[in-house]
Each structure stands twice: as C-alpha cells, then as structure tokens.
C-alpha cells in the first residue's frame, strides 16, 4: 500500500467522524479567558457522559476528594479547564475505535500511559526553562493523545498490527514502530498525523504525535515534542516497574530541567500509579 493511498484511507474512513459540534463547543468555552465555571458546566451538561465521567474524576482518590462533589461547577474547579477540555475530547475520541479485535492491543494499558504522560508534562512543565516553556494548554492535552495513531491503525489494520506487537515483544529492542512500518508501510506517528490533520488538531499536538519518539527533534515547537516524548519514557518505564528514570541527560539541559526534580515527579508518580490507572479505566470503552 502506497503512503498517499493509506493516508487517504485513514482520513476518508466514515467511522472516524469529524470532532462533533459539541466538542468543539466544549472547546471554545474553556478556551475562553473569560469564561465563568458555570457556563462551562452548562455546555458540558450537554452531554451527560462526559459530565458524568468528569464528576467521576473531581471524585476520585487521585485528586483527594473522596465523593466530595456533586456538581460540574465544583468538578470543574478541582480539574481545571485544561484538564477537563483534554478529558472531554480524550473521552469522545476513545470512543471512535474498536480496539477488541486486535488481542496484542492493551487498552487499559495504552490510557494508563496517555494519562500518566499527560500528568507528568503538565506537573514538569513549570521546570522547564523560561522562554522555551511550552504553552499550559497544550501541555496536557498533546500528552493525553500523543499516540492517538496507534489507536487509529488497530482499529483499521487489526490483523497487521498485532503481528507487530507479536513481533515487539519478541524483539523489544527496536521501537513498535519499526515493526508496525514492516508490515504497513507506514507507522502510527504517521497515522496520528492523518488523523489529526482530518480532525484539524492543532499544529504543535500534531508534531508531538509525529515526532515525540525522537530525542534530537528541534525542528517547531521541539520544546512541546520533546517533554511529551521525555514523558512518554518516563510514563511506560513506571508503568514497567523501573524504580528510577532513564538519565536522559541531553534532553534535561535542552529543556533546562534539573535532574532532581524529574526524580522527585517520577517517584511521586511511581507512588500514584494505582490512581493513574483508575482514572484511565474512564477511557476505555465498556
């Protein structure tokens, strides 16, 4: 299959719609500076699921509350609007694929890393030095939907895509994406790309699912790619059970990030993870 011919079948598939117009309103709401909490709450009343499952979230042990809250104004105020437009849309894109017939694919796994990626970029972020720090509101977003091709090609390719994770497992010492390329032509960075483009994502989120494997990126917004990619190691390294981060020490002094205080997040982190994988469950489809 040519490049041109599998980028125009992921972006022409009919059961991967464009962003509805209720996500794109919740968009617009909690972009606005000016916005109240309550006009949030009534857009994203709206839609009972995301409301629902965002009440669940202010609510659980990760974020302290214990059932405290019973209503969006005050879930809202927990979260944060960042978080919660990056939930809302993580949650309405979770929902497009089928990922059950492909048996190497690990959903509680693959949101257990998105979430544990974004937290970290978001919580670092203030580490990272000034005047390369990237944006807050696309830190934790680009972190949630960072391998958002990976989903796209097991939901297209099934039969394909667990041979590579056959394949990976087998030889863990080449990236997934190397596998998945021998079999497809193309990966899932790229895949993310034609999806993203199709649901009109912003540019800097798209160059994060493009590039985010790359430690030596420096091309638009390498500040952005390369915390999310930094993250990303770290995410599935706790999720492994490493009991420290990977030096990485290059990528620290490009982003002007101490070295203790990425040991003090991972093992924060580390201490969470229970909590990390509740709140990934949300994410996968019932």
């Given at each position: 299959?040519?490049?041109?011919?599998?980028?125009?079948?992921?972006?022409?598939?009919?059961?991967?719609?464009?962003?509805?117009?209720?996500?794109?309103?919740?968009?617009?709401?909690?972009?606005?500076?000016?916005?109240?909490?309550?006009?949030?709450?009534?857009?994203?009343?709206?839609?009972?699921?995301?409301?629902a499952r965002l009440l669940?979230?202010?609510?659980?042990?990760?974020?302290?509350?214990?059932?405290?809250?019973?209503?969006l104004p005050q879930a809202i105020t927990v979260l944060g609007l960042v978080t919660v437009r990056s939930v809302a849309v993580g949650l309405v894109l979770a929902g497009v694929f089928e990922t059950r017939r492909c048996p190497g694919f690990h959903a509680d796994r693959f949101w257990t890393s998105a979430v544990m990626t974004a937290l970290m970029a978001n919580q670092i972020?203030?580490?990272?030095?000034?005047?390369?720090?990237?944006?807050a509101d696309s830190v934790y977003i680009a972190?949630?939907?960072?391998?958002?091709?990976?989903?796209?090609?097991v939901h297209l390719h099934p039969d394909k895509v667990n041979e590579a994770f056959a394949a990976y497992a087998a030889d863990p010492g080449r990236r997934l994406g190397d596998h998945i390329k021998e079999r497809l032509e193309f990966n899932h960075y790229q895949a993310g790309v034609w999806?993203?483009?199709?649901?009109?994502?912003?540019g800097d989120i798209l160059l994060v699912m493009e590039y985010h494997y790359d430690a030596g990126y420096r091309g638009e917004h390498w500040p952005l790619v390369l915390l999310e990619g930094l993250c990303a190691r770290w995410a599935n390294g706790i999720i492994d059970g490493q009991e420290h981060p990977a030096p990485d020490v290059e990528a620290l002094a490009a982003l002007g990030?101490?070295?203790?205080?990425?040991?003090?997040?991972?093992?924060?982190?580390?201490?969470k993870l229970a909590g990390v994988q509740d709140m990934a469950r949300m994410f996968v489809p019932e």
């Open positions: 299959m040519s490049i041109d011919r599998a980028r125009q079948e992921i972006q022409r598939q009919k059961e991967l719609p464009t962003l509805s117009p209720n996500v794109q309103h919740i968009l617009d709401v909690c972009e606005d500076p000016e916005v109240s909490r309550n006009e949030v709450a009534r857009v994203l009343a709206e839609s009972p699921t995301i409301a669940g979230l202010a609510n659980s042990a990760f974020f302290g509350q214990q059932g405290g809250i019973h209503s972020n203030a580490k990272v030095q000034n005047g390369m720090r990237p944006p972190g949630l939907l960072h391998n958002l091709g990976l989903l796209a090609l999806l993203g483009s199709k649901w009109h994502l912003p990030l101490p070295a203790e205080a990425v040991e003090r997040l991972w093992q924060q982190m580390r201490e």
